[in-house]
């Protein structure tokens, strides 16, 4: 149980495009997923935290208007990148917790979409 | 922005050795967890401890978490090759957000 899923798992697109990139709760109900991005070699960054129905809290430093973030139902979420361009090149990760009744704090990653502006 | 660093940044040991990685962060916090990561690959959680809790243990994981330090550690013993991969400590805080700020990891070498 608990899987999560993100689409596609790597895409190449052309500077001046975007790219949309979903995460999926495949066998539970998120009322919450995460947005991280990470660089070769390097941690896990919050991008943002997108409830179900609402708009999507995020980190300092974060263009909202760059990476749109929708949380449509409880099982989906999509990252757009919007304009991209060589900097955004990164591996995305999403995670997603359980229901509002599940004070559990593990999160459940998907596998990572690596995007590649060229 | 990361909640504090690991250390060491990298450890490369023998089959059947064990391997200590250390964590430390910067502000209070609800519980710790320590995730693994296979290269270029997504997270797979392997334990939490609460802020409560001082040691935790899970097969052949250790877990220890000193509060006035701000610190914890992650022991692994009788380590194996699959072993090898990346382990992140990520805190979370005492707010109602869940959000998870991720160390900045210990790249762990198994050699066989």
């Known amino acids: 149980g608990a899987v999560v899923s993100q689409h596609p798992s790597w895409v190449i697109c052309k500077s001046g495009t975007s790219v949309k990139i979903e995460c999926r709760s495949l066998?539970?109900?998120?009322?919450?997923m995460f947005w991280y991005r990470q660089f070769p070699k390097q941690s896990l960054m919050l991008m943002a935290t997108?409830?179900?129905?609402?708009?999507?809290?995020?980190e300092q430093g974060v263009e909202k208007d760059k990476f749109l973030i929708n949380h449509a139902s409880l099982t989906l979420s999509t990252l757009t990148v919007t304009s991209a361009h060589p900097e955004d090149s990164s591996f995305y990760i999403c995670?997603?917790?359980?229901?509002?009744?599940?004070?559990?704090?593990?999160?459940?990653f998907g596998p990572g979409t690596r995007l590649t502006v060229t | 922005s990361q909640q504090g660093e690991e250390d060491p940044q990298a450890l490369s040991i023998q089959e059947g050795e064990n391997a200590t990685m250390n964590c430390s962060y910067k502000?209070?916090?609800?519980?710790l967890q320590w995730y693994r990561q296979n290269s270029g690959r997504g997270l797979v959680h392997l334990i939490l401890i609460r802020s409560n809790e001082r040691e935790k243990h899970s097969g052949r994981l250790r877990v220890t978490l000193d509060t006035s330090k701000k610190s914890s550690s992650l022991l692994i013993t009788a380590s194996r090759a699959a072993d090898t991969a990346s382990y992140f400590c990520?805190?979370?805080?005492?707010?109602?957000?869940?959000?998870?700020?991720f160390g900045s990891g210990t790249r762990l070498l198994v050699r066989p």
């Open positions: 997108s409830n179900e129905g609402s708009k999507a809290t995020y």
């Open positions: 990520a805190t979370a805080g005492m707010d109602s957000s869940y959000k998870l700020i």
């Open positions: 995670s997603a917790r359980g229901s509002a009744r599940d004070s559990s704090y593990e999160q459940y």
């Open positions: 502000t209070s916090i609800n519980n």
């Open positions: 066998d539970f109900q998120a009322t919450t």
